[in-house]
């Protein structure tokens, strides 16, 4: 299996602009995680889907963060506009379980985003 | 609200000799503990999880213990070697049972050859 792809690894943007960061979980896994990365937070859980649908988005910053899986084997997280405290390293995760599992959580590369 | 603590922050070792990382939680009402592995520029590896009912896990050169009562893990690294240079990061499922993981700061390990 490839694991969990993301995709891009790195994206650099000026403020103002619109990024769109992408994940493939591995096949069969039915949930599926975004978490973001700094040296100030640690790793945060901004939401996560079960069979497609968001679970629990709390950890969202605000508007300008959205996510969306619309099939089993993508999902998208989008900040419009964007700002320079969103730097930062966004990584997506997918694990076998199902709505509220504790399975095993396989991590991807992550994307690293520079806001100018 | 659960929080997750990890001592020390790095930690520099001779290789070969034998370290234990810390970890503590404030409430112990978890479903498992994950230890993960943090390479510089890359994602998380799971290194062992281990269940609420469980007391430790073994993998190869690697312990990990669990005692909820008292909110701490520790990670137990035999024989260290350059290789096993990286941060290491604990996670616990929270006690909503939302799928949730959270994560300590990790700690940076270095082990000199």
């Known amino acids: 299996d490839a694991g969990v792809i993301q995709s891009p690894r790195h994206e650099v943007t000026e403020m103002g602009q619109e990024v769109t960061l992408r994940c493939k979980p591995i096949?069969?896994?039915?949930?599926l995680f975004w978490y973001r990365q700094t040296m100030m937070r640690g790793l945060e859980l901004l939401i996560y889907f079960n069979n497609n649908v968001p679970i629990d988005d709390s950890g969202m910053p605000e508007d300008r963060f959205s996510a969306k899986m619309p099939n089993a084997s993508f999902s998208t997280l989008k900040i419009q506009p964007s700002e320079p405290r969103d730097s930062a390293v966004y990584f997506c995760a997918s694990s076998r379980g199902g709505q509220g599992s504790t399975d095993t959580q396989y991590f991807g590369p992550g994307t690293r985003l520079t806001v100018l | 609200k659960q929080e997750v603590t990890q001592i020390p922050a790095a930690l520099s070792v001779p290789e070969g000799e034998n370290l234990v990382l810390n970890c503590s939680f404030t409430?112990?009402?978890?479903?498992?503990l994950q230890w993960f592995r943090q390479d510089p520029g890359k994602g998380l590896t799971s290194l062992l999880l281990?269940?609420?009912?469980?007391r430790e896990q073994t993998s190869g050169r690697l312990n990990a213990s669990l005692d909820k009562s008292s909110g701490r893990s520790t990670l137990y690294i035999a024989a260290s070697q350059p290789g096993d240079s990286a941060t290491y990061l604990c996670?616990?499922?929270?006690?909503?049972?939302?799928?949730?993981?959270?994560f300590g700061q990790g700690t940076t390990l270095q082990v000199k050859p």
């Open positions: 996670a616990v499922h929270g006690s909503s049972n939302t799928g949730k993981l959270i």
């Open positions: 096949s069969g896994h039915n949930s």
């Open positions: 409430d112990s009402a978890i479903y498992n």
């Open positions: 281990i269940q609420s009912s469980q």
